[in-house]
């Protein structure tokens, strides 16, 4: 696993104490993060959730530290989502 996913449990972690729904955020090059009712975790291959967001690990790491708006990230193309828009927004609720 490496440490970008590592660092990101911890920090995700710290933020967010429950879930209800399921999401998946992949750090391209690095790997992935589930969020779900269990916590944070580092994602199993093929794990599958409610939605899924990637991103490079730049843009990552700035939504994880307010400096990049992930509704910007969004519609600039540096995030990209798949499924459910709704449970990407109760997380980003979750992350602000």
Excluded: W, Y
Excluded at 59 to 85: H, Q, R, Y
């Amino acid at each position: 696993m490496s440490e970008v996913v590592n660092a990101a449990v911890e920090k995700l972690s710290e933020k967010i104490d429950s879930f209800d729904s399921s999401a998946k955020f992949v750090i391209t090059g690095e790997g992935a993060i589930m969020i779900d009712e269990g916590g944070v975790r580092p994602a199993e291959d093929g794990e599958e959730a409610e939605v899924t967001l990637t991103a490079s690990r730049e843009t990552f790491e700035g939504i994880m530290d307010g400096s990049v708006n992930p509704t910007t990230a969004f519609m600039t193309g540096k995030l990209a989502l798949d499924g459910s828009m709704a449970v990407a927004m109760q997380l980003g609720q979750k992350l602000s």
